[in-house]
């Protein structure tokens, strides 16, 4: 999980139902600063790792994505971000996302209205009724 979703207990909710290890990017690379563009290769480093984030802004198009990770981008505000947990539960539900092997390579974008994707291998923008 993005450094910018500390602090909200965000992590409890989610292993609420997910029975997987739940991490924050900084807890990767502990005491250092960590910019954008270098998430990509701390992921590389980790097994199957799915990184959420409400910095759409920063990843959804941009992120140099590839076999070895997900990012999950949600178009919420910072006051908003409570809704992650419930909304991240309805993104793993299509098959599409189900497994952490089908979540692989993919740059998920979670709207009100939709949930839409493209991955390592093809860029084009695909959509799921959100």
Avoid: H
Wanted: charge should be neutral.
């Amino acid at each position: 999980m993005d450094e910018q979703l500390l602090g909200r207990n965000l992590e409890v909710e989610i292993a609420r139902w997910y029975r997987g290890t739940i991490q924050f990017i900084v807890d990767l690379r502990p005491n250092t600063v960590i910019k954008d563009d270098a998430i990509p290769e701390i992921l590389r480093q980790q097994n199957q790792p799915t990184f959420v984030t409400i910095n759409e802004r920063d990843f959804w198009g941009k992120v140099k994505i590839d076999n070895q990770f997900c990012v999950v981008c949600f178009t919420l505000s910072d006051a908003k971000a409570n809704e992650i947990p419930d909304k991240l539960r309805a993104v793993m539900r299509p098959v599409e996302f189900k497994t952490k092997a089908n979540r692989m390579g993919k740059v998920i974008r979670v709207t009100a209205e939709e949930i839409s994707y493209y991955t390592v291998n093809d860029r084009q923008i695909r959509s799921l009724e959100g």
